[in-house]
């Protein structure tokens, strides 16, 4: 159905549209703490009591709509929205959010917004916050004075969904033309806030209680003393509170694979289930924990306040290596995930920093590396103390920034700055307690959606590995043990196993064989499906009546002479390996989406590989030269 | 001989921690200058700096519309400021 009037959420960064946007639609539009957090546009119906049907749409921050702006920026994404509506005479309502603690600062956009010539309301929300500090907003004489309709609210106030959906309607029914003059902000924002009995002590006592963290978390020494420690911490939590319930999703699946072969004997279609689905599918799935709590610990990062004050410890740092403070964000955010992060980069005003930012984004460590790193851990340091394994986990982590770091460098080196260099100016908000509800929401939407993408895409891959490495191909099959079973002796001669024999020149100076191989070869579309290729071959390997753990599989796994295949050495070749190459396609199509070019993902893919490949190499040889 | 002076701090990057002064202009482009004041470092704006960043790094300031903002010290070097400094309100 064609909606009545399509609203859009207008406002600076950090003023409270998203929250409001949810409030109102139900939706799930992310709500951040930092500007940067609404990258795309997002946008929902809602219905007004007496019908009309509303497009409201959750426009990024915004400081301004006059004047110049990049076209590639966040800012510039929202202005070209509003343009766009303007050609093509959309039925435009103006919703301003005005964060109405900061109401001077908003009401040189509300001034902007007037004279955009189409009904404008401004929505002054967080008045739950301004009645905190001890002040209560005046909307019938701030209404009175900007000639628009003004609504002090905030996003938890009750009934606020009925409420902002009609007065949308009504505003667009009335269709009122803002008038244009110019007013003295400062004074009408004096004029407009009503202080309450004790004002003056709420004030300070919300100010000090973030000057007092301030004091701490952005001290020259304690700050980044904390800031690490927090990184480290988080990092090695993903590691030791995950592990054991990996464990416990690794022995359901076991139990499962038993059952099935009790049931379907030892046919193929038992060892597709077991071999293809479990061992493929079913292995990833075991790292659902550390995704969540990675996205957990993100959320928090973002919803107190301090991924502003982590911009501000790191952004002399990160300008050392040609980015910036404002390339942090993009950065934390690609442990989670590259794709989003790079999309995120529109916050970098710089050019030259932004293209740097999303050149080196791949090589933080996404939770897509977690169940290698996490499978080569357990299986070939499973001997070294928790807080070995922990640190090592850690540094894998680490590994990933200085990478990043030092790519940079040397990207800068090649390339070249375009236009002029843009200074960084970032808010800091206040510090605010996240809400449980909120974090509980995103912990749970980052699970649904790793259990959907192990349910589709890499399932449906780990069957075709599957089925490429049952399919007896052209291959040789004289390298099977001897004595191996049937299916052992046709898996050597599949056309995957060729394919990964093909690549033993190139791979046998960094330790990978055949079988590793095929894993580095299904995993080049996304890494998580090298732990499911391994699950497919080492589960073929292992024959019907071995339900031994991959990691049990991988320690025994015997080249054709009996040897042990793999050990320590290769186990941090193959880290090296996944810290480095950018084994995602979908993080490709977002540098091409982005850079608008195919030349720059092909770098990316060119570069990572070839870094992945040469730093395999030097470990291998220099682990095995030391002995490991 | 004159009378020995404190020098004038001039622009936003001399302002010392716990010090404010009145913005009174920007020397940058108009472009850039019309994105700090949508920002809330314009003319007329009070800042206070809360603290500097070691090596050159950012400037935590607030501005008397109350927010607080992280600033690039170069950029602060083109922000002059009135005489008049004083002590943080
Ligand atoms: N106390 C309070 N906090 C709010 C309110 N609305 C938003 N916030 C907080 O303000 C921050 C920014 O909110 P967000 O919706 O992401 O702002 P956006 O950048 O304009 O989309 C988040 O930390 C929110 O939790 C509100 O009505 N009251
Ligand atoms: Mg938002």
Redesign the interface.
Known sequence: MTPSCVVALVGRPNAGKSSLFNAVTGGHAKVGNFPGVTVELLDAQVRALSGELIELVDLPGVYSIEGEADPESDEGHARQFLDRARDEHKPLVIAQVLDSTQLELGLGLTLELRRRGVPVIVLATQHDALVKQGFELDAAALQEALGVDVLATSARAPGIKEKVSQLLADVWRQQRKPPHGTIDVRKLARQVLLPKENAAQSFARVRRRTERLDAVLLHPLLGPLVFLGLMTALFAAVFMIAEPVTALIDLANQALGTRIEGVLGTGWLSSLLVDGVLGGAGTVLAFLPQIVILTIAMELIDASGYLARGTYLVDRALRFAGLGGRSFVPLLTAHACAVPAITSARIIRDPGQRLRTILVLPLMTCSARIPTYGLLITTFFSDRSAWFKGAMFVGLYFAGILAGLVASLVLGQTVKQTGQRRPLVLEMPPYRRPHARVVARVAWRAGTRFVKDVGSVILIAAIVLWALLTVPGPGDSHSAPPGASPRVVAMHGSLAASAGRLLEPLSKPAGFDWRLNVGLIGSFGARELMVGTMGVIFGIEGGEDDTAPLSARLREAKTATGAPAYGPATALALMAFFVLACQCMSTLAAVRRETRSLRWPLFVLAYTYAAAWVVAVVVFQAATAFGL | MGVRRTPAVTSLDLLAPQRSALITGLRMSE??A????????GEGVEVTV??R??????L?VR??????????R??ARNVELGPGEKERP
Do not use: N, T
């Open positions: 472009r850039e019309a994105w700090l004041r949508a920002i809330g470092l809360l603290r960043a070691p090596l050159g790094g950012l935590h501005v008397s519309g109350g927010a607080e903002l992280a600033v690039d170069e950029l």
